[in-house]
Every structure is written in structure tokens, then in C-alpha cells.
């Protein structure tokens, strides 16, 4: 029987070090990291209704002989307001994604059948500008992201907190999503169904690797002995294939890092696959469903899907652009819930 990767996760991530640490050699890094397999990371936007999509995430790993499902995003439609924009768009939320004004019993036991699977389950919240149609500042306000935080805590066993459109053009978000991550950890707990009492985790969306980034992730990447996740890649199949690993990528474990492939094709699967270990990000998810309307909103097509499940459940996996063990540098700015 294979390893869990979930379960590995978490004994690395019991092992890591935070970034306060003393800086490594960085000669001593492993100039490649090894894993059994890949993880499969879901955007899991899914109608409370869609039972097919939730059957199969839980199902393939209850049936399998190791879990290829590394975790589920779960959103709820609103923000905790459940606001709604006037007419003629009434049935579209102001913040389109987020717990809800209450507590869904339906979510409620779509999330205990994940974590039936051992699917980690993390919450889905907004941080990006408001309006949403907007690309900048301003940005929504931390009470909002703590309020939606707080929603999310009123569920069942929820893992951790996923935060889209985290700020990206600069550094100048590094402190407040430092603190919103220290805000998270002694809130949640991770990987409760195995017994184990591990902290929430963080998991940001980037969707993209500038060159800033690196100070993101070795202040956050395993902050306050924890582990923390980000979505370097979200973006469609044909852009996803040109991409290029940065530098300081090598310097990081790839089950930290997840790629999200939407509008792609059967026959360039192992493409997109072989890319995304290239590109080192241990978790994927690719569906053949296109931006519009939503690519999340439920899962690929079964072929995909079940060629998805193959790709990934080839061992061992080899990652030529990242390392085994984290190597953190340089300093943290302190944490504020300020932009």
C-alpha cells in the first residue's frame, strides 16, 4: 500500500522550520526533490446540490490505495453578508465567493464526507479589490477577511483558510498576510480525521510567480512551525505551457505550491503534468472547463478526470526545480493587519 501524501505532508510539515530560523547553507540543498506521488488540489466551487463532483472527490480516495486527493476548497457562494448586486445581476453576490450568511447543513455534510476521504477541507475567502471588477486598491478590509474567517470556524472541521486574490503587485501586502495566517493557525486544525494536532493552514492564490513573491514565501511558507500553501498557477493550459520556474522556487518542498490549469485537452495532459513538476508545484488540478462561466464550478469530464487521477498516481515523482527540505533567508517585516 502506498503512502498517503497527506499524511507525509504533515510529518514535513511537523519538521519544518519557520522563517525566523537561522539562514541554511544553501549548498546543502537537495538539488531535487522525490515524492511517491503527486498531490490533486480542487477548487471546489461546487453547487451544494452537484452530489456527483463530491462523490468522486471522496470516493477516489476512500477507494484507492493512497490518497491522490490532497485537499478540497469549498465556498459557499457569499461572503458573510450575502449581499447581492442590484438588478438586472440580483442573483450575483457583491463578493462572489466566501462561508455565506449562515451556516449551510448541506456544506456542513459535504465536508465531513471529504474528510470521510481524507480530503483536507479549506474555506474559501475573498481579499481582493473592491469592487471585485476592479484590479487594485482598495482592497477589502481585514474586518471583512476576520468576519468571513469567523464564518468559516462555525463549520465543521474546516482545515484551513484559502485567501484569493491575495495582493500581489509589490511586498506591501507581505504583513498583513502574515498576520492573517498567525490568525488562522491557532484557529483551525489541520488533518483532524487522522488524529493528529497539527495548526490551520494558509493557502494564498497568486495565480502567478513574480520575482516579490520569494519574500511571501519565505516569511509564510512554514511561519510559526506550521505549513502553508500557495497557488503559484491559475491561469489557462496554453499560457500554463509556457511558463518558466523562477530561481528561489528550488529552495522550497513542492507539496507547498499548486497549479489550477483550466481550458485544457485530454491529449496534452502529460504535458500539462510534466510542466507542473517542472514548474515544481506538487499539487495540480486541470480541468477541460473553460473560464466562462466558472471552471470550478463543478469537476472536468470524467475521461479527463480519471486520466487526471493516472498521471499523477506514477511514482516515484521527481520535481528537478525544488528541494526536499525548506531553506528560508533573509528577514520578516512584522505582522500587521494593515495593507
Known amino acids: 500500500m502506498r503512502t498517503s501524501i497527506f499524511g507525509n505532508v504533515i510529518l514535513m510539515a511537523l519538521a519544518a522550520g519557520a522563517c525566523s530560523e537561522p539562514e541554511q547553507d544553501l549548498g546543502t540543498v537537495a538539488q531535487e526533490a522525490t515524492a511517491s506521488t503527486q498531490g490533486i488540489g480542487v477548487p471546489a466551487y461546487f453547487g451544494e446540490t452537484d452530489n456527483n463532483s463530491y462523490v468522486l472527490l471522496r470516493n477516489e480516495n476512500v477507494e484507492g490505495d493512497t490518497s491522490l486527493v490532497t485537499f478540497a476548497i469549498v465556498n459557499a457562494g457569499c461572503d458573510y453578508t450575502g449581499l447581492h448586486k442590484p438588478p438586472p445581476n440580483q442573483n450575483s453576490c457583491v463578493i462572489a465567493g466566501g462561508p455565506g450568511s449562515s451556516t449551510s447543513t448541506e456544506l456542513s455534510n459535504r465536508i465531513r464526507e471529504l474528510h470521510e476521504g481524507h480530503v483536507g477541507v479549506f474555506g474559501y475567502v475573498y481579499m481582493g479589490p473592491v469592487p471585485v471588477e476592479n484590479s487594485g486598491p482598495p482592497y477589502r478590509s481585514t474586518n471583512d477577511v476576520l468576519q468571513d474567517i469567523e464564518r468559516w470556524r462555525t463549520y465543521p472541521q474546516v482545515d484551513g483558510i484559502f485567501f484569493d486574490r491575495a495582493h500581489r503587485p509589490s511586498t506591501a501586502g507581505l504583513p498583513k498576510q502574515q498576520y492573517l495566517q498567525e490568525y488562522v493557525s491557532p484557529r483551525f486544525g489541520y488533518a483532524q480525521f487522522f488524529g493528529a494536532s497539527v495548526p490551520g493552514r494558509s493557502m494564498f492564490n497568486w495565480g502567478d ?29 496554453s499560457t500554463f505551457l509556457g511558463r518558466t520556474a523562477p ?50 464550478e463543478t469537476l472536468p469530464s470524467f475521461n479527463l478526470w480519471s486520466a487526471q487521477l493516472q498521471a499523477v498516481n506514477q511514482y516515484p515523482v521527481n520535481y528537478p526545480n525544488g528541494s526536499n527540505s525548506d531553506v528560508t533567508t533573509g528577514s520578516c517585516p512584522a505582522s500587521s493587519p494593515n495593507e
Open 247 to 296: 530561481a528561489w522556487i528550488a529552495n522550497f518542498n513542492p507539496y507547498h505550491f499548486s497549479s489550477m490549469i483550466h481550458g485544457a485537452h485530454q491529449s496534452m495532459l502529460s504535458s500539462v503534468v510534466a510542466k507542473s513538476r517542472e514548474l515544481n508545484t506538487g499539487n495540480i488540478y486541470i480541468t477541460d472547463r473553460t473560464l466562462e462561466p466558472n471552471p470550478w
Open 209 to 237: 510567480t513574480p520575482s516579490h513573491m520569494e519574500s511571501y514565501v519565505n516569511c509564510i511558507v512554514t511561519r510559526g512551525a506550521g505549513w502553508n500553501y500557495f497557488v503559484l498557477h491559475e491561469t489557462a493550459e
